[in-house]
Structures are given as structure tokens and as C-alpha cells.
């Protein structure tokens, strides 16, 4: 088996289908899901690769990520994906920011990696590869907004970059890579039906970049091709 890796927000989109496709590759998936019950289509993905094992976890719950890490105790982790995130309300302009769903949305997109991170750094640690990765966004380049708006979206994966940025600095006496990356403007519900990118072609891409991010890569902001993003 090539590796453990642990994903969130599997339930659609980019995450289901990095769970797919690692699993396909013989990776041992641990795919975390948000529904209360696990979604068909990551149902019919686990029967189908039996290294994919499905786990609930809403990322804000920090007491049940914890009894996570405790049920997982021992075992480690290769990949820690952070992938779950939400955009908040569509109109996010300037005048019609939801405050309390941007709250909401810090403590998705920007203070649970974190957690994470926290969370299952022994697991993390005890593993061959010890690779930390955030889906981030280009919506969260400061250098990149010409556009404005989205406020809520944008504010909290800027952050979250910085979050990626301390973290390849304070773990890297223990060997952990941390990197952000952007998947591209992915066909998800996320992304809608005229983004540029399928989200089989963007995982193909960020699943190839992921095994090859080395200590030369920790702490950067990473096109899924693998350019350099600047913050
Ligand atoms: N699609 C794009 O064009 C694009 C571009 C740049 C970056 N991204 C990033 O790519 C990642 C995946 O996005 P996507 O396009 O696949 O979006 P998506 O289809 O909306 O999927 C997001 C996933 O995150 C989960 N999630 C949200 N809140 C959660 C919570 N509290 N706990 C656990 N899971 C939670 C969702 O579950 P529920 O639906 O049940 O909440 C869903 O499974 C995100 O980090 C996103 O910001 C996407």
C-alpha cells in the first residue's frame, strides 16, 4: 500500500473524488464526511475500493475530531488533506456581507485546518511522508484580487494561507511539508457548471503535485501544475 491519507469534506465534489482516485491507486483512504448519514455516491466509492473507509466528521466539531484522532491512535497518516471549506452567500458584495455566516465560515475554512493539524500531528508524524496540504484558493491571493468582493470567501483562504505559512515554519524541525494549493476553477457545486476544469482532471493534477511536494515546497502557494502562486 502506497500510503495513508486522510481527507475532509468527502461528501462531494473535489474531496469525493480525491478519495476515488487515491483509493483506485491503492492508497488507504480515510474519507471524512459532513451529512449525518454518508452520502451515496462516497457509499458506492467505499464498496468499490475496500482502502476507503468512511468517517463523519463536521470539521467545526472539535470534540469529535479528537475522539477521532483517539479511534485512529497508532496509525499514521502520509496526507493530511484539508479540503473541506464553504464559500458563504453568493452575494458577498460590498453592503451585503452575512457577518454571522462569515463567522462561520472562519472557523471552517481557516481555524479548522488548523485544528486538524493540531489534531493528528502524531499521526502525521509517524508517518513516511508527513505531508500537511490545505486547498486553498486563488481567491485568497491579495496579489491576485483585481476583481473585489467576495469578502467572505476571500478573506477567510488568505488567512488560511497564512495558517500553511506558520505552520511549514514551526514543524519543520519535525520533517511535516505544509503547503496551500489551488485546484483550478473545478466543475463542483462550489465552483458551478461553467468553471474551466473537470474535477476528475483537477484532482488528476493536485494528486500528482501532492506526491511530488518535497521540504523545497513547504510553506508556498501552489498552482495544482505545480507554478508558484504569489500570496
Ligand atoms: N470548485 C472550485 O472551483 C474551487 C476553486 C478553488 C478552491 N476550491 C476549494 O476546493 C475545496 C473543495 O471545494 P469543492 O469545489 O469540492 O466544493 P463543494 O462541492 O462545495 O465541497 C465542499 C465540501 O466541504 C464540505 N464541508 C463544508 N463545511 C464542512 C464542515 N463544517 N465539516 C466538514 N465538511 C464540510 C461540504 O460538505 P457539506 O456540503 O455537507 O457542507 C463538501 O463536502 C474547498 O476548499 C474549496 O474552497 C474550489
Redesign the pocket.
Known sequence: MPGTILI?????????EAARQFAADGWRVLA????PVVPLELQAAAKSYPGLETLR????DYDRMAELARELRGQSIDILLN?????GPIVTMFGGVLLSRWRKAFE??TI?PYKMVETFLSHICASERKLVAV?????GSIADNTGGGAYI?RST?SAVNQVVRSLSIDLRERGVNVVAI???????????TT?S?S?EASVRAVKKLLLEIGPGHSGHFLNYDGAEIPW
Open positions: 475532509t469534506g468527502c461528501d462531494r465534489g473535489i474531496g469525493l471524512t464526511y459532513h451529512e466528521l463536521d470539521v467545526t479540503n473541506a471549506a464553504m464559500f471552517v475554512n479548522a486547498i486553498s484558493s486563488k481567491k470567501y483562504k489551488h485546484p483550478g476553477w473545478v466543475r463542483t457545486a462550489m465552483g458551478g468553471a476544469m474535477v
